[in-house]
């Protein structure tokens, strides 16, 4: 028996396990059907958001928080292992300000920040006596590679990857400082 279109129909719409009644009027079964989609489609994005939020404040940003470097733990080349170094990553819009304070085997201690999306454009660095420009890109949900540059040319190339429980970092570094000096390195960061 065909329903007159004036009489409210209702269309049983899923959300989880359980389902949903929804009332509305006329319509087609594509009708029906497209509403359905819709409501699927809004319920979708929504979770996905929510757990977006959920899993780490951004995905972009894992590594927020202050990580100290662990000595023993790292690998530098003779003579040119830091005193300390202290790492602070706090989110800034889609990327990432990073904030350094490094006191290096010889010379004066070393203060710079900067911000950064994870789109792989250089941003200027101010304070960096091996740089004075860096680039992010995200590599996955852990890895990090990390560009940085001095009047225009590479001088060095950094993979950043967290560990699964994110409480160690650590940075594969090649390339040069500012004396031509090769500073491979693999640093490990313990995180505050």
Not at 83 to 110: C, H, W
Not at 166 to 174: C, E, V
């Amino acid at each position: 028996m065909e329903v007159p279109p004036s009489t409210p129909r209702l269309t049983p719409v899923f959300f989880g396990t359980q389902p949903v009644t929804l009332r509305h009027k006329g319509g087609t079964k594509k009708d029906q059907e497209t509403m359905q989609l819709r409501m699927w489609r809004l319920v979708s994005s929504v979770a996905v958001a929510s757990a977006v939020v959920l899993i780490g404040g951004t995905a972009l940003a894992q590594s927020v928080g202050t990580w100290n470097l662990n000595l023993e733990k790292s690998t530098y080349k003779q003579g040119q292992a830091p005193k300390s170094t202290t790492l602070m990553y706090e989110p800034a819009g889609e990327g990432i300000k990073v904030t350094v304070d490094q006191v290096p085997a010889e010379g004066p201690a070393i203060h710079y920040t900067y911000s950064a999306n994870y789109d792989g454009k250089d941003v200027a660095v101010v304070g960096n006596p091996n740089g004075d420009m860096a680039a992010r890109t995200r590599v996955n949900a852990t890895t990090t590679q990390l560009v940085n540059k001095k009047d225009g040319q590479v001088v060095s190339t950094a993979t950043l990857v967290d560990s699964a429980d994110g409480k160690t970092l650590t940075i594969t570094t090649t390339g040069k400082d500012a004396k031509g000096q090769n500073i491979d390195s693999i640093a490990v960061f313990d995180k505050k």
